[in-house]
Nanobody
Framework: QVQLVESGGGLVQPGGSLRLSCVAS????????WNWYRQAPGKQREFVAI???????NYADSVKGRFTISRDNAKNTVYLQMNGLKPEDAAVYYC?????????WGQGTQVTVDS
């Protein structure tokens, strides 16, 4: 069974930085595109960033220039470097991929942005 495990969330002040990690197991990691999504209380889950199997990236407009997604195929890990965090970035962050036609999700990691 494929497993996705996120980590790296926490409490940070506005303007601060965090790096999230998502480790995938029992999957040919390098063959897949990987996404980060987030969900704030009372809101729908929203797309944050994607890194394609070839390394190309794309971002939601709200995080462009502040967040960077990357991958390490040797470690089966996808990262989300978040700089210049704002209160509106607070959410549970999930990694995701489409595996054999189904969306796979981790358990999420909480990011809180508060002074």
């Amino acid at each position: 069974q494929v497993q996705l495990v996120e980590s790296g969330g926490g409490l940070v002040q506005p303007g601060g930085s965090l790096r999230l990690s998502c480790v995938a197991s029992r999957i040919a990691f390098s063959l897949y595109a990987w996404n980060w999504y987030r969900q704030a209380p009372g809101k729908q889950r929203e797309f944050v960033a994607i890194v394609a199997s070839g390394g190309g990236t794309n971002y939601a407009d709200s995080v462009k220039g502040r967040f960077t997604i990357s991958r390490d195929n040797a470690k089966n890990t996808v990262y989300l470097q978040m700089n210049g965090l704002k209160p509106e970035d607070a959410a549970v962050y999930y990694c995701n991929t489409n595996y054999r036609g189904s969306a796979l999700w981790g358990q999420g990691t909480q990011v809180t942005v508060d002074s």
